[in-house]
């Protein structure tokens, strides 16, 4: 019997020629919805996704020969875990693959906003040359708090080691974790000292909204909020009504509570209030979800998420 592997995303193509090597007959739907799948998913050994679909307990007791559903990249909210492996199917992702694209990226925006980059790029262009308007604020010296320390915390903290800051870490999961230059606190340390908060979380019922007023507020100082995660883990209004109240004073946003499914941004027409005022704001740095995204982690997360199907050694 042919091993089977269905693509529901597009990935780059080393994952699939990979697979091929170690056996599996390779199949490519990138278009059916659930109810379309259910009717074939029977016949595939493992699937491939991405952020088009959610994998759900109803397609998944329809899977009846189903070993693994990898996942190209980093989260897995859009999969029933427990149910699948209650199932005694293998999920699997690569975040090995992108961590060292969301350090960089969040570093940069980082930059990007203490030195007033963006803004001063965008004046120099219309002949506006403002020297003290842009006067910028280092790193060095700073108290940095990274929630989370899995692969894209410990690698933004990897990064941050050159800057002459202190570096303080939280995850709820663990202990003993942090390598020399890192301080493993509690968030009650972090919410006294810090000044630059960075958050490298999944996104679940637990970490919903974690990012509120209330949140926020335990603060002692005035803050900076770095979230390269997941969009629906900050409260947008919230941290809306603290910026403009400049407890926090700048934002960088790769991501948005206002993402759809397959992590688009919902057209401008349908933005909040909240977004509307939050996009105006100078002290923010925007981008499309595209912390991982670089050409060397589309390569990288593809191979390692091979690598790791190929270790099930399924028959």
């Known amino acids: 019997m042919a091993k089977k592997v269905l693509f529901l995303d597009t990935t780059h193509p080393i994952l699939y020629e990979k697979l091929k090597e170690y056996g599996f007959e390779i199949h490519f739907d990138f278009e059916s919805k659930e109810d379309e799948l259910i009717s074939k998913i029977s016949e595939y050994q493992g699937i491939i996704i ?58 940069g925006m980082l930059l990007c906003l203490n030195n ?18 842009n006067r ?27 800057f002459d800051c202190s570096i303080l870490a939280y ?11 890192v301080r493993e606190a509690s968030m009650t340390e972090i919410f006294e000292q810090a000044d630059i908060i960075s958050f490298h979380i999944p996104y679940n019922s637990e970490t919903h909204y974690l990012i509120n007023q209330s ?6 100082k005035n803050i900076i909020i770095i979230n390269t995660s997941r969009g629906k883990v900050l409260n947008t209004n919230d941290l809306v009504a603290q910026m403009e109240l400049n407890k926090v004073t700048g934002a960088c946003l790769d991501v948005l509570e206002y993402e759809t499914t397959n992590l688009q941004n919902l057209a401008i027409n349908q933005w909040t209030d909240a977004m509307v005022r939050l996009s105006k704001m100078k002290n923010v740095v925007l981008s499309p979800h595209i ?7 589309n390569i990288k997360l593809s191979l390692i998420l091979a690598e790791k199907i190929k270790s099930l050694n399924i028959d």
């Not at 894209?152 to 050159?162: I, T, V, Y």
């Not at 995850?171 to 230059?181: E, G, H, I, L, S």
């Open 50 to 107: 991405r952020s088009r679909i959610k994998i759900t307990s109803k397609l998944i007791q329809h899977a009846s020969n189903l070993k693994f559903i990898g996942r190209v990249g980093s989260g897995l909210e859009n999969i029933d875990i427990n149910f699948a492996q209650q199932k005694g199917i293998y999920c699997l992702n690569s975040p090995e693959g992108n961590r060292d694209a969301v350090a960089e990226h969040a570093l």
């Open 171 to 181: 995850d709820k999961y663990k202990t003993n974790y942090a390598p020399t230059y």
């Open 291 to 297: 912390a991982g995204w670089t050409h060397e982690s």
């Open 116 to 133: 007033k980059i963006i803004k001063s790029d965008q004046e120099v262009r219309n002949g506006i040359w403002l020297r003290e308007e």
């Open 136 to 162: 910028g604020s280092e790193i060095a010296g700073k108290m940095v708090g990274i929630i989370g320390f899995g692969n894209m915390g410990s690698a933004f903290a990897q990064r941050l080691r050159g």
């Open 215 to 220: 949140f926020i507020e335990s603060f002692q």
